[in-house]
């Protein structure tokens, strides 16, 4: 998810509509402006999906097994 906000008394304020939860986790970005560095999809640290249950090819259809398997 990507949301904008401002800064307001040392506080990132997010836009209106935007709902975290309290303690989420959060990494901000600030926009290439002036001195500020720009960043790169690179910046943001590799997620773990879990281990791969299977190699896939092209004929799998992940989306029929899922619903398969809802009970």
Same mark, same amino acid.
């Given at each position: 998810?990507?949301?904008?906000?401002?800064?307001?008394?040392?506080? *990132?304020?997010?836009?209106?509509?935007?709902?975290?939860?309290?303690?989420?986790?959060?990494?901000?970005?600030?926009?290439?402006?002036?001195?500020?560095?720009?960043? #790169?999809?690179?910046? *943001?640290?590799?997620? #773990?999906?879990?281990?791969?249950?299977?190699?896939?090819?092209?004929? =799998? =259809?992940?989306?029929?097994?899922?619903?398969?398997?809802?009970?």
């Amino acid at each position: 998810m990507v949301v904008s906000g401002r800064v307001q008394n040392g506080v *990132i304020v997010v836009d209106d509509g935007v709902h975290l939860s309290e303690g989420q986790e959060v990494t901000v970005f600030l926009p290439s402006s002036g001195n500020l560095q720009g960043h #790169s999809v690179l910046d *943001i640290p590799p997620v #773990s999906l879990g281990c791969v249950l299977r190699p896939l090819g092209p004929d =799998d =259809d992940l989306l029929a097994e899922m619903l398969e398997e809802t009970p």
